[in-house]
């Protein structure tokens, strides 16, 4: 079995400069003029009360960076998109406590710093009322440093890594249903389920060195070995890795049954399109986010060759949650038809989930607001969500495959779409 000593050295190497950005967090917050700093007894935008916001006919304003260039950008635009369509869905409906809601959204160009800088701004110069959180745990992470020393709620639509509950924060929410290592368990699950002469006996991993998409890989691959199924490859990538064909004709040489990546976006088509350059058509495909891009995962990897690909999915256009109807006209509406990313239903809920709590609490005192998260569910489009003392969300994640030209949730049984599986998965076209 292969390990990737670079990949380690990497995650080491991230987890030193996410720490030097954690510090000029600190730095940033008490330094700023705007900033809450009890020290100074200057006046934070947490500390507005809820009389004051009630009284007040402006726009109730929602700070939001993200990332709409660089490495991030693909996800970071679905982002805005689902925040967009919230936000106009929620002023036709009368706004929240009667007030029209106006999105202040900066481009944190997918840098660490530049996001700290930005939700500082948001804070300090914007004087927003409320936040809603970046893409990524690798952006979230310092910004949830951000929203914690000035005590404002930060609900993240992605931002699931272990790594990021490790602070112990009170005001950062992850809205999706699970962490990162649970992000699996229903793929898991459905190998093991599968009859013994159907069950992959050897597997190969390809993990880009990213805080969400390794812990994922990482939990299968210990489950799977605890199976029964033997690792014949494993690998940890850096995230700017463009050329694929070598890990292509690695994972072509070892034959496994099954292939399991941690993928963003552009390294889950490009290692597919090596595969194909190789010759390699696994019986058994899982990538991480990649495949819930719709058309530009399609049309990237070439039509047809996404047929029998397995990826977890925290929404589907096809789940009769509440909102979700809505969700999907308004979104047309703005952006022409078509089925909408992943990335854009997570952001839409994450927005939910801040609206619900300040019509609970009737005000927009984060402090408030966030220990009624806390102790309450919400009902968004992907379904009923809820957190722990840290803000770990409590539910498990949906299964999806693509079959044909659509996607089906095939697990859990009380959320399937269809009630079969495409495996092994079709050749290659």
Not at 214 to 242: H, K
Not at 264 to 282: A, C, H, R, T, Y
Not at 314 to 332: I, Q, R, V
């Amino acid at each position: 079995m292969k390990h990737g000593k670079l990949g380690a050295r990497g995650r080491i190497g991230a987890l030193v400069a996410s720490l030097a950005v954690v510090s000029l967090v600190a730095s940033a917050c008490s330094s700023s003029d705007g900033g809450s700093d009890a020290a100074t007894g200057t006046e934070s935008a947490a500390e507005t009360t809820a009389e004051e916001s009630a009284a007040s006919e402006d726009p109730i304003r929602i700070g939001i960076s993200l990332p709409l260039t660089g490495d991030f950008s693909q996800p970071g635009g679905e982002a805005q998109k689902g925040y967009n369509a919230w936000a106009a869905v929620t002023n036709a409906n009368g706004g929240l406590l009667g007030r029209q809601v106006e999105l202040v959204v900066l481009d944190d160009a997918s840098s660490q710093e530049q996001v700290v800088t930005d939700y500082n701004r948001l804070i300090n110069e914007e004087k927003v009322d409320l936040l809603l959180g970046t893409f990524s745990s690798l952006l979230n992470y310092p910004a949830s440093a951000v929203a914690e020393n000035n005590e404002m709620v930060l609900i993240a639509p992605a931002g699931g890594s272990p790594k990021i509950f490790e602070q112990n924060f009170k005001y950062y929410f992850f809205a999706q249903q699970a962490t990162a290592p649970n992000q699996a368990n229903p793929f898991v699950a459905t190998i093991a389920a599968l009859p013994d002469d159907q069950k992959p006996k050897t597997a190969a991993y390809a993990i880009q060195d990213d805080p969400f998409a390794a812990p994922v890989i990482e939990s299968m691959q210990a489950q799977l070995e605890a199976m029964g199924v033997e690792t014949v490859y494993s690998e940890m990538y850096p995230p700017e890795t463009t050329n694929f064909q070598p890990l292509a004709s690695a994972i072509a040489a070892a034959k496994p049954d099954l292939v399991a990546q941690g993928a963003v976006f552009e390294d889950g088509v490009n290692l597919v399109k090596s595969m194909i350059q190789v010759g390699f058509s696994p019986n058994i495909l899982f990538q991480t986010s990649a495949p819930s891009n719709g058309a530009q995962f399609t049309d990237a990897i070439g039509t047809g060759n996404q047929d029998g690909i397995f990826y977890a999915v925290s929404w589907s256009e096809k789940a009769p949650t509440p909102g979700n109807a809505e969700f999907l006209a308004e979104y047309e509406a703005q952006n022409g038809p078509g089925i909408p990313a992943e990335d854009a239903a997570d952001a839409y809920a994450a927005a939910e989930v801040l609206a619900a709590a300040v019509t609970a609490t009737g005000g927009l005192d984060n402090p408030t607001i966030m220990e009624w998260l806390h102790a309450n569910p919400v009902t968004t489009i992907l379904g009923e969500l809820s957190w722990d003392e840290i803000g770990r969300p409590q539910g498990e994640f949906l299964l999806a495959q693509w079959q044909g030209d659509t996607v089906n949730i095939v697990a859990p049984a009380i959320a399937a779409t269809t009630d079969s599986i495409t495996m092994p998965k079709p050749a290659w076209k």
